[in-house]
């Protein structure tokens, strides 16, 4: 299923479907397509039984129709995905692609492979901001109960490096993230011991001019997973989601909210 929302109308359309039925896609945007990239067939964590895509299905809303275009180098599903002048870079996924890392060229349809993240994860958010790739969060194992990282790293397309900024406040999987004037805002994710869902409401956005952390008031409602962020108009939507932890409670809860702050 794939649902289009109009921000003008305030209304939801069905669009053509996807080719082929998938979860923990990697969705991205370039120069007005939509970009499915990888996923898995089936629900389960183990890797033999996941069913692991390397499919990239390319959706033109002019056209309302769905075209396949190359292959990734690797099947994964569970990664994020951040777009760099055009291009398209995947980063993470579940094991064993938890390291994989690499970047897609929608204009000449090849896919290179890039240095692996240092610290491998899945169910992770990503952003791109002045010519760099963020990667934000996320989990170490296929499984929601599995160890979760507050690590935050950012890839420079231009020397091919890694580096390390500020961790998160607190480790968290299944996080939802965007960038908003030049702000990343993190919502919600998995693992909190405190919530009878194990949920996490809670709202921070990082500064990447002076590496920090600050705290917001948390989300109406908890959610996780939720891969269709955007920015637009000054509001940040958050379509759906799941509300409890795992892999069984998808929702149609659409949040949105107003950043007031700058980080440029």
Request: charged share 20%; with cysteine; proline share 9%.
């Amino acid at each position: 299923t794939v649902q289009m929302y109009d921000s003008r109308s305030n209304r939801w359309q069905l669009v053509a479907p996807l080719p082929v039925p998938l979860n923990h896609v990697m969705p991205a945007v370039a120069d007005g397509k939509v970009y499915v990239i990888g996923g898995q067939t089936s629900e389960q964590s183990d890797p033999v039984k996941a069913g692991f895509v390397d499919t990239v299905y390319e959706y033109d809303p002019a056209a309302d129709k769905w075209t396949a275009r190359a292959p990734m180098p690797t099947k994964r599903g569970g990664g994020a995905a951040a777009v760099v002048d055009g291009k398209i870079y995947v980063a993470g996924g579940r094991p064993p692609g938890g390291a994989d890392f690499a970047m897609y060229d929608p204009k000449t349809d090849r896919w290179t492979k890039l240095p692996n993240l240092p610290t491998q994860r899945n169910h992770l958010a990503a952003g791109a901001l002045d010519g760099k790739v963020y990667v934000f969060g996320g989990r170490f194992g296929g499984g929601f109960q599995s160890e979760r990282t507050d690590a935050v790293e950012v890839f420079d397309p231009k020397t091919a490096q890694w580096s390390k900024r500020k961790p998160l406040l607190k480790p968290r999987g299944g996080v939802n993230g965007i960038f908003a004037n030049g702000c990343f805002h993190l919502f919600g994710g998995e693992g909190n011991p405190d919530h009878p869902y194990h949920v996490f409401a809670d709202h921070d956005y990082y500064n990447p001019v002076t590496d920090t952390w600050h705290r917001l008031d948390p989300m109406p409602i908890a959610v996780h997973g939720v891969t269709g962020l955007a920015f637009i108009g000054g509001l940040i939507y958050l379509p759906g989601g799941g509300l409890t932890q795992g892999g069984s409670s998808g929702s149609t809860i659409h949040q949105v909210y107003k950043p007031s702050m700058s980080c440029h």
